[in-house]
C-alpha cells in the first residue's frame, strides 16, 4: 500500500483509473476492467468474460463478487423470443464517486493521525 499512495499524485496526474481503484478499493485489475465495460451500457455474463478473456463460471464469479461490493447491478432482460436473461451494469459513477470521496477523507483521517503521532510509542 505504501508503493500506491507514494505513487497516487503521479498516476491520478496520468490518468491511471485503474490504479486508484485497485488502492483506494482494493479491487483487482478485473474487477476494474469488468467495471468501466459495464458502465455505458449493460452486459451479458458471456459478453464479461469475452471481454476479459476468461471462463464463463469466472466471469460468474468476479461479477458476483463485484455485486456484493456494490460496483455492479443485474437486472433481468426479456428475450424477444421468450425467457429472460442477466444483464450486469456499472453502478453509475456519481455513487463511485461518493464513495471515492469517502475513502479519501478515511485515508487523510488516518494519515492526520499517523503524522501526530509518535512513532516511538508504536509497538514493534
Known sequence: MHKC???LPD???NGGKCDIFEC??????????IYFYTL?????????ATHVNRERT???RLVQNMIEQGLIR???EQLAYGG????YTGVPQKI???RLRVVVKEVETAMEKLIKQDWQLIPD
Open 40 to 48: 455505458k451500457q449493460g452486459k451479458t455474463i458471456k459478453d464479461i
Open 58 to 60: 469466472t466471469a460468474v
Open 24 to 33: 483506494l478499493f482494493g479491487l483487482k485489475p478485473l474487477h476494474v476492467k
Open 96 to 98: 463511485i464517486k461518493n
Open 84 to 87: 429472460t436473461r442477466n444483464v
Open 11 to 13: 498516476t491520478l496526474l
Open 5 to 7: 499512495l507514494i505513487n
Open 74 to 76: 443485474k437486472k433481468p
